[in-house]
């Protein structure tokens, strides 16, 4: 008993580090029943209306987004995953226009780089510092002459960082499959998304969650024939056949996007 509540504190943690930086309130709940399977892409939970919970709230683990709330009752509810075919949310990915230039063939001069070989125009902070030494304590000391403490100056620069946000729309695609992102602008999200970039909740009057709730990486970018659109796959954070603990965002979306 003493060993499983050391893990259960673990998981509670964990997941309250996470849910402590939401501005939206949260009622943790945990796992019942049997664990999703390839042919169940819900978990039921152990809380419902009795203490606020309603149908579209999205859930949470300590890692990011799980799924929403379809079915609410007095005392327990149902969790739709994000894996299932018929779960949608609006995505964002946030990217720096240094990290998009990063993935481009360099255009630079050999008079435009420093000697380690970075364009001068990407140095980020640039310092520099003058420092005069004080003399060395052991020489003989002339009464005649008078010392001074060591001067430092210290000049910093620092730029702007540009950062690029590229939204769209997040599928599922079925259990022990990546979930799927569509974008809305597809012209520039072909240059600016790259594998690696981390996904989360776009927020919005129509979406089902708030705004900063984390959901995965991109893993993998695939370009389509005859298509400008590219198919990006997203791996999730959270570990869907491992659910425990979990929070409930009481975060109410409107009719229309419960609806979709």
């Known amino acids: 008993e003493a060993q499983s ?13 996470l849910t402590s930086r939401y501005t939206f309130e949260t009622v943790e709940a945990q796992v019942v029943g049997d664990s999703p399977s390839n042919f169940q892409n819900t978990v039921e939970i152990n809380v419902g209306s009795n203490f606020g919970v309603a149908v579209g709230m999205p859930v949470t683990d300590g890692a990011g987004l799980i799924g929403r709330i379809t079915k609410v009752f ?17 995505a964002q990915v946030l990217s720096t226009q240094d990290q998009i230039d990063a993935e481009l063939p360099p255009t630079t001069s050999p008079g435009d780089t420093t000697p380690s070989g970075i364009p001068v125009e990407n140095l980020g902070t640039t310092t520099t510092t003058s420092t005069t030494l004080a003399p060395d304590p052991l020489a003989p000391i002339d009464p005649n002459t008078t010392t001074s403490a060591p001067a430092t100056s210290t000049s910093t620069t620092t ?15 079925g259990a022990e499959r990546p979930l799927l992102l569509r974008f809305v602008d597809t012209s520039s999200s072909i240059t600016s998304i790259k594998v ?18 984390p959901i995965g990486t991109i893993t ?29 965002v009481l975060y109410i979306p409107n009719n229309e996007a419960v609806g979709r």
């Open 220 to 248: 993998r970018i695939i370009s389509q024939s005859g298509s400008s659109t590219p198919l990006v796959e997203v791996t999730p954070n959270a570990s869907l056949k491992r659910l425990n603990f979990v929070a409930v």
């Open 74 to 90: 007095t005392d327990h509810s149902i969790v739709l995953l994000l894996t299932d075919p018929e779960y949608a949310v609006s």
């Open 159 to 173: 730029t702007e960082v540009e950062v690029v946000r590229e939204t769209g729309t997040l599928e599922g695609q």
């Open 196 to 213: 690696g970039a981390i996904v989360s909740t776009a927020g919005g009057n129509n979406s089902l969650a708030p705004q900063g709730i």
């Open 5 to 17: 509540t050391i893990l259960e504190y673990r998981e509670l943690l964990k997941l309250t580090q």
